[in-house]
């Protein structure tokens, strides 16, 4: 059985996310024992919050210092969601202020507004089902889960330093939207497959079989 | 981007109710039987509205959100007595995903401001309850339509927008639970002060009502109770459980009485996606 920590920044859907890896037979803790942390086989950082909340929680508890330290073991793997991928990047401008993020990816988050100026006629946040498009399909993940639907809501994107961190894409507008990122063991999701329905689970059991166990 | 179909569900105590508008509420059985319903029938979304929102109820709700999260692998938005940054904290922690405040962004509009501090502006949605004279003037309702506040409608939506909110759901109070065709004329008035998601509640009863509403751009999605609530209950093996709480008038009388047409998710969806409308199906 697959072991996850969940990362609890006190201002995210914890519930549904342990509830959806549990539906997929992973066994989940929150508490940040070491015991916990050296037998998770990967950390999830699961969405929802703002960025600055988000970062001053993780500073205040030191919760930086256990990623950081937890994405050193490559056969280990991090996933944030929403949120939680965000923060994987170097800073955000959420809110109008500039903060350092885990600085994991190379890049930044962005508005969503500003980034689909001038042309832009979604209304933000972005809410609702999207179908994404996967960039690279040599993986077999990556093919599983190409042309499916996954449920957004987010105000902010990412943007990387490196193209080939970017695993997939929604289109807005007519603008590619970053919906999913892998640099080696570290990924990232945009969407949210704890509440993507029965093809988030799939998502989330392939996630586990290609890369974990 | 699929235009969202989502089941809104009137919570008191431990029933799903319904009612016209927002009054004479009919028990219609356990909410967790039918959100797990309609997660099956494709719902994009759901809705959970407690629409007694007393303290002393919150133990229940939260309980409900619990129970939900782990058969409804969809989103879910709580509203109806969020009255502080921790009870928002609260919902999210036990597996609900966004809220709406109503009453409480009323009484004090900085509320919008601190929670998206903590949240992010897509977690924190406004309802609004809207009403009309038979002069035609709009004014807006709270606390389930029982409260008539003093602020300018057009002023409150464009307010809320600056302040944040992520989301702004309208329930049309006049047309809820008659199934009778929706408020247009409401909708066109404020269309052009909309720059977030919009969804729409309140009167629709046919499929035609429903397209009517998701034509317009702005219209995100729409929430529908009665039709989908009275399809299960039409089906001849329902079942109810008729607990201490409650008025079961409704469902132990003669259930086939009921003039509403009802339909289930997926048949408005297929209907939609014949019309041009995008849905997730």
Not at chain 1, 85 to 95: A, G, I, P, W
Not at chain 1, 131 to 154: A, G
Not at chain 2, 114 to 140: A, C, N, Q, R, W
Not at chain 2, 229 to 236: A, D, F, P, W
Request: hydrophobic share 35%; with cysteine.
């Amino acid at each position: 059985m697959a072991k996850a920590l969940i990362i609890d920044l006190k201002l995210n859907n914890i519930g549904s996310v342990i509830e959806s890896f549990k539906k997929i037979d992973v066994e989940c803790t929150t508490k940040l024992t070491k015991k916990n942390i050296d037998s998770a086989d990967f950390l999830v950082l699961p969405g929802v919050g703002s960025f600055p909340a988000g970062m001053k929680y993780i500073k205040q508890n030191k919760i930086d210092v256990i990623i950081k330290k937890f994405s050193k073991s490559k056969q280990k793997k991090i996933v944030g969601i929403c949120l939680g991928m965000q923060l994987l990047f170097e800073k955000s401008n959420e809110l109008g202020l500039t903060t350092q993020g885990l600085s994991l990816i190379k890049g930044k988050v962005v508005n969503l507004n500003t980034k689909l100026k001038p042309n832009n006629k979604s209304l933000i946040p972005n809410i609702g089902w999207h179908q994404i498009n996967v960039k690279n399909r040599d993986k077999l993940f990556y093919r599983k889960i190409n042309k499916q639907n996954y449920y957004f809501i987010h105000s902010y994107c990412v943007e990387t330093k490196y193209s080939k961190d970017i695993s997939s894409y929604i289109k807005l507008d007519g603008k590619k939207i970053i919906s999913s990122v892998q640099r080696e063991n570290i990924f990232g999701f945009q969407f949210h497959p704890e509440k993507s329905g029965k093809k988030g689970s799939f998502l989330l059991k392939s996630f586990v079989s290609s890369f974990v166990k | 981007m699929y235009k969202r179909i989502i089941p809104r569900l009137d919570i008191k105590g431990p029933n799903l109710v319904k009612g016209i508008s927002l009054e004479g509420l009919r028990t219609l059985g356990s909410p967790e039987f039918f959100s797990t319903k309609y997660y099956e029938d494709e719902a994009d979304e759901i809705i959970y509205h407690d629409v007694v929102a007393s303290l002393y109820d919150r133990k229940t709700l939260f309980k409900l959100i619990k129970q939900t999260s782990k058969n409804c692998f969809i989103p879910l938005s709580v509203s109806g007595g969020i009255r502080s940054v921790r009870d928002i904290e609260n919902v999210l922690k036990n597996g609900g995903d966004k809220v709406f405040l109503n009453s409480a962004a009323l009484k004090n509009p900085q509320i919008i401001n601190d929670s998206i501090k903590e949240f992010g502006s897509s977690t924190i949605g406004i309802s609004i309850e809207v009403s009309f004279s038979p002069s035609g003037t709009y004014f807006l309702l709270y606390n389930y339509g029982r409260e008539l506040s003093n602020r300018d409608i057009y002023d409150w939506i464009s307010e809320i927008q600056d302040r944040g909110a992520g989301e702004i759901s309208i329930t049309s109070v006049n047309h809820d639970g008659y199934g009778e065709g929706m408020n247009l004329k409401f909708l066109d008035k404020i269309h052009k002060k909309i720059r977030v998601p919009l969804i729409y509640h309140g009167g629709v009863g046919s499929f035609q009502d429903a397209y009517d509403v998701l034509k317009y751009d702005k219209v995100n999605a729409i929430s529908i109770s009665s039709c989908f609530h009275y399809n299960e209950i039409m089906k001849k093996k329902f079942k109810f459980i008729e607990l201490d709480e409650g008025n079961y008038d409704f469902l132990s009388g003669d259930r086939e009485k009921l003039k509403f047409k009802t339909f289930s998710i997926i048949q408005l969806k297929r209907y939609l996606k014949k019309k041009k409308i995008k849905v997730r199906l």
